[in-house]
């Protein structure tokens, strides 16, 4: 059984590889390196002690994604390959509709012609928009996004969607991440940010490294307990063996399924510092300035649908998460 993993020298693809190889799976990584290192895919190789095949390759290449189709025997992709920085989303578009959009399209395209339909999507909460109130549940409607990323999303959604409805030999899973923060427990492969981070947990780290100065908060004057905004925090490691589920689920027939991958519980911006800095030891500066412009209150999920269909629950808590962020920072303070 053969998976191609597009993305996967990737934050979330490199901890789901290592979930493939543990769950005996091969793979076929393909990745352009856009957002990553190679280095990652030797830590994958160690961590698993398994070997695996990659291709530098962009997914918008067609005749580069069909050569690889036509070498190795492909029975599902896990497609996580994406661009994924909301601010830069807003001033690059035409870039992020092209990789996001373009590069599923061509990839769909380059699967069907090789008679491989099975597909699980690197979805996101943000396709919820503003307006529902959590818990958010798969059934709540969609769109609304308000930036260029989200409406990547929104529309790969509809798009998969539509695949299906032409020809239900596919088998396509969309998952929708909450806010995947953690590394894997070796503390060697994390998330690993160009620049300055834009989420939460990497600016955490950073300040607690010397990196940053002060962490800023953005805005305390929210309608939630203590004034900062509630997100669902999933441990990246749960998020990998919640693809392996869906894999599972999408190699055994031909459904159209969404699933919300996150804990259920919401904690604040403050929460988490306070988690980190019990967790790490060391003391997180932090001042609060105003909200940042798109960021909404509350957003945690009900992941009941995911525990139903596919036995998947997030098994690791706040605490868990905080150190294992930390480890990760501590041990490679200059990322890979
Ligand atoms: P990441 O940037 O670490 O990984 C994405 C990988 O895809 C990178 O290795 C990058 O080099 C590669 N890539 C990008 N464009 C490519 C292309 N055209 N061809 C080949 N490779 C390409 O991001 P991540 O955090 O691991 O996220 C993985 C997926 O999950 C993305 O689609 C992202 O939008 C989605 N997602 C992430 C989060 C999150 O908080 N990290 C939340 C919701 C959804
Ligand atoms: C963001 C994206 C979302 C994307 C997700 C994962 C926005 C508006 N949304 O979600 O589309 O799917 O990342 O990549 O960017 N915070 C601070 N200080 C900081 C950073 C964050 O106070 O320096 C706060 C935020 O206001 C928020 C929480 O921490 O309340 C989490 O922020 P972040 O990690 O950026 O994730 P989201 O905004 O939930």
Redesign the pocket.
């Known amino acids: 059984m053969s998976i191609l993993v ?9 901890h789901t590889c290592i979930e493939l190889l543990n769950a005996g799976y091969e793979i076929v990584v ?7 290192k190679r280095e ?1 895919l030797n830590r994958i190789a160690e961590l698993s002690g398994k070997e695996f095949t990659f291709y530098e ?5 067609a005749e580069g994604m069909d050569k690889i189709f036509k070498k190795e025997k492909i029975d599902a992709v896990i ?6 920085a909301v601010g830069e989303s807003c001033q690059k578009p035409i870039e992020y509709y092209d ?2 959009i373009g ?1 599923t399209l061509t990839l769909c395209d380059v699967m069907r012609n090789n008679g491989c339909k099975k597909i699980v ?6 396709v919820y928009g503003s307006n529902n109130v959590s818990p958010l549940k798969e059934t709540m409607q969609t769109g609304g996004t308000t930036n260029p ?1 989200g409406t ?2 929104y529309m790969i959604e509809i798009i998969l969607s539509d695949i299906y409805k032409s020809d239900n030999e596919w088998s396509i899973c969309l998952l ?6 953690g590394a894997h427990k070796s503390g060697r492969i994390g ?3 160009n620049g300055i981070p834009n ?1 939460l947990m990497p600016f955490i780290t950073q300040v607690a490294i010397g990196k940053r100065e002060c962490l800023s908060v953005f805005g305390n004057d929210y309608d939630t307990p203590d004034g900062t905004g509630v997100r669902d925090y999933i441990h ?1 490691v749960d998020l990998a063996l919640g693809h392996v589920k869906a894999l599972g689920r999408a190699l055994s027939g031909n459904t159209l399924d969404v699933y919300n991958l996150g804990t259920g519980t919401g904690y604040s911006v403050l929460d988490v510092v306070n988690a980190f800095e019990k967790a790490s030891g060391v003391k997180v500066n932090y001042k609060i300035v105003d909200r940042r412009p798109g960021d909404i209150a509350t957003c945690y999920s009900d992941p009941t649908k995911a525990f139903e269909e596919l036995g998947w629950k997030a098994e690791r808590g706040i605490e868990e998460m905080c150190e294992d962020s930390w480890r990760w920072q501590s041990q490679n303070p200059n990322g890979y």
């Open positions: 597009t993305g996967g020298a990737g934050y979330i693809g490199s393909v990745d352009n390196f856009y957002n990553s990652s390759c962009d997914i918008r290449d497609h996580f390959a994406g661009l994924k990789n996001n590069g999507f690197s979805s996101s909460a943000t990323y990547t999303k929708r991440y909450f806010n995947p923060i998330e690993d940010p989420n990246v």
